[in-house]
T-cell receptor
Framework: SQKIEQNSEALNIQEGKTATLTCNYTNYSPAYLQWYRQDPGRGPVFLLLIRENEKEKRKERLKVTFDTTLKQSLFHITASQPADSATYLCGVTDSWGKFQFGAGTQVVVTP | KAGVTQTPRYLIKTRGQQVTLSCSPISGHRSVSWYQQTPGQGLQFLFEYFSETQRNKGNFPGRFSGRQFSNSRSEMNVSTLELGDSALYLC??????????????FGPGTRLTVL
């Protein structure tokens, strides 16, 4: 069956360090992969989309990689700040066009 | 530009009742999707609509239905409510159909509690 897996344990990180989150997928062959941020009680907010022919994409302090051989995407937040504390979700579309999210990884940045 | 709006924001119903949730997409967006979010199952895809047509449906029972109007506004309906339907229901809009390659803009959600 198709699965998207993200670290279920919260990632606790000190301000200024780089947070790295993992998104692994099974039995998908996505042409695109997306990352969203979600704060408690609010809807997700789009962050980045990466295409299968792009190995890396950056936006300000965010960097995403996409390895279609490993079936994995890494999401990095550099110089993390307390305001980066949130849950980060990755998502892809399955073979039928239905969008599937991973369970998300909570990031907690402490001063 | 106004964001995605959802009404109502909070709703309390009892088992067996039905409920209708509403979503107004960003102006100019014609694709609307719905998701259910629960602590146990996370964010799960319900349906996607474009130009008043359902393009995709997630793995939910027939009690969950939706529709889209000519102005792109969308509603979803849940009939014969069960306790397990308690969740945050999120609507998202996109400029174009095809969720893979299009950014989705989410609304604040409707928190449904079934007693």
């Amino acid at each position: 069956s198709q699965k998207i897996e993200q670290n279920s344990e919260a990632l606790n990180i000190q301000e200024g360090k780089t947070a790295t989150l993992t998104c692994n997928y099974t039995n998908y062959s996505p042409a695109y992969l997306q990352w969203y941020r979600q704060d408690p009680g609010r809807g997700p907010v789009f962050l980045l989309l990466i295409r299968e022919n792009e190995k890396e994409k950056r936006k300000e302090r965010l960097k995403v990689t996409f390895d279609t051989t490993l079936k994995q995407s890494l999401f990095h937040i550099t110089a993390s700040q307390p305001a980066d504390s949130a849950t980060y979700l990755c998502g892809v579309t399955d073979s039928w066009g239905k969008f599937q999210f991973g369970a998300g990884t909570q990031v907690v940045v402490t001063p | 530009k106004a964001g995605v709006t959802q009404t109502p924001r909070y709703l309390i119903k009892t088992r067996g009742q039905q409920v209708t949730l509403s979503c107004s997409p960003i102006s100019g967006h014609r694709s609307v999707s719905w998701y259910q979010q629960t602590p146990g199952q996370g964010l799960q895809f319900l349906f996607e609509y474009f130009s008043e047509t359902q393009r995709n449906k997630g793995n939910f029972p027939g009690r969950f239905s939706g529709r889209q109007f000519s102005n792109s506004r969308s509603e979803m309906n849940v009939s014969t409510l069960e306790l397990g339907d308690s969740a945050l229901y999120l609507c998202a809009s996109s400029l174009s159909p095809g969720l893979a390659e299009n950014e989705q803009f989410f609304g604040p959600g409707t928190r449904l509690t079934v007693l």
